[in-house]
């Protein structure tokens, strides 16, 4: 495994320069390409369908039976959360990479324009293409995250383990009392939530494939309802699991250079965790509607998805340890975490609402989705490689670091 390099080393002119990529962590590509795959799995639903379905499937215009039932299942198991939260820790670990400790003013600058502008390009995916973008909140929460980067690795990962542990808490309690609660509990509650309806999602449909402008007007609500969410609740998620991966970073975990057992112990809590989850989401799906079999406890074990996330990691890190591995062709695509991101986007917005595209909103089911998902990948998996045989870095990571550098930084390969 590659030994760490700062993000931002000098040039031999002095100046701060892009990391080059054969400095760069094999793990920690590995893991950007795993989450920025697994993410895609889990935001289909809210590309093809619409806001309300993501979070309540039985709104599906699709019934959640046979081969569909076992889609949904499989994303909700194993991909639901999970990779959001590698991806978050990731970030986390991005801010000390580009910005280094608090005593460097010239590193912190740059990681100052560096979240500016992903705020920027944020603002564009989110309001010309999908509601569901996640940058926005990154660049919000690294404002905060940035101001830690200098605490020691140990405070940072009791704090932010804390706090996720904490919300998860909440949420589990919440989820339990829905589900499990006294009876006026569970009725005031439900009387506190939005009562949408097939009907209001048949209208969302009909909007999505009237048009841009239909498409737009519905992405905008979306968008306004989940960014008003990330300011003021997911912030506080979002921050504690960057201050996570953070921690976890400078304590040597990200990279591999904890003991062993502890990669083991990890992969067998979160594996159990993981086949725990397995049954209890199986027999809910299975229910008949409103049953609710499990008594919530489904809805408190899918609260801590950390556990998982950091099984995931350990295998990664173990594989890594042995040197060139099958998870080698996620490396690539690792490297372009950023562009991939974005073209995922640009992907599967074409195919369900943009006007250029087939407009195949509200037409896929769950089946149909994992269709598109596994031909995403497939793409990604090749393209990602083609490119950098040829170039040091993405499309898009050229962007992005060109406007944070101030000035344009080489992208083609050196001969």
């Keep these: ?11 031999q002119s002095g100046a701060l320069a892009p ?55 499989a994303a909700d198991v194993f991909f639901h959360q999970k990779f959001i939260t590698l991806f978050s820790m990731l970030f986390g670990a991005s801010i000390f990479l580009v910005g280094g400790d608090r005593e460097d ?41 940035m101001l830690m980067r200098s605490m ?6 009791g704090v932010g383990l804390g706090v996720t542990l904490f919300l998860g808490a909440m949420q589990a309690g919440l989820a339990w009392l829905m589900v499990a609660g006294p009876p006026e509990v569970v009725e ?8 949408d309806t097939l009907e209001a999602v048949q209208a969302a449909i009909a909007a999505y494939r009237s048009g841009w402008a239909g498409a737009m007007g519905q992405n905008l609500m979306s968008w306004a309802f989940l960014q008003g969410a990330s300011l003021t609740m997911f912030v506080f998620s979002t921050v504690a699991l960057m201050m996570t ?54 809805e408190v074990v899918a609260s801590f998805p950390i556990f998982v996330t ?3 990691v350990s295998l990664i890190v173990l594989v890594a340890r042995k040197g060139p591995s099958w998870l080698a062709p996620l490396r690539p695509v690792g490297q372009m975490a950023f562009t991939n991101y974005l073209s995922q986007t640009l992907i599967m917005t074409t195919v369900f609402y943009m006007p250029w595209g087939p407009r195949l909103f509200g037409q896929v089911d769950y089946v149909g ?29 050229w962007v992005w670091r060109c406007l944070t550098y101030g000035r344009l930084v080489p992208i083609r390969k050196e001969a």
């Design 19 to 73: 990391v080059k990529s054969e400095a760069r962590i094999v793990a920690l590509d590995i893991m950007r390409g795993l989450a920025v795959l697994g993410i895609l799995a889990v935001n289909v639903v809210s590309f093809g369908m619409p806001f309300m379905v993501y979070s309540n499937a039985d709104l599906s215009p699709f019934p959640v039976t046979g081969a569909n039932a076992v889609a949904r299942w």
């Design 152 to 157: 020691p690795a140990g405070v940072l990962i």
């Design 188 to 195: 005031a509650m439900k009387q506190g939530q939005p009562q």
């Design 369 to 397: 989705m994992w269709g598109l998902v596994a031909a995403v990948w497939a793409l990604q998996l090749i393209w990602s490689p083609l490119w950098l045989s040829r170039f040091s870095m993405g499309p898009l990571e």
């Design 245 to 298: 991966g953070l921690g976890l970073f400078k304590a040597g975990f990200l990279s591999g250079r904890a003991p062993t057992w502890l990669y083991l112990a990890l992969l067998a809590i979160g594996g159990a965790v993981l086949a725990l989850l397995g049954v209890l989401e199986w027999t809910e799906i299975m229910a008949p509607k409103d049953a609710h079999p499990t008594r919530g406890l489904a």
């Design 310 to 312: 950091l099984a995931y």
């Design 1 to 11: 495994m590659e030994t760490q390099a700062n993000e931002t080393p000098p040039n």
């Design 105 to 145: 003013e010239a590193r912190g600058r740059l990681l100052r324009r560096r979240l500016f502008w992903l705020a920027i390009i944020a603002l564009i995916h989110g309001l010309a293409f999908w509601y569901g973008d996640v940058l926005l909140l990154y660049a919000w929460s690294g404002l905060f995250v």
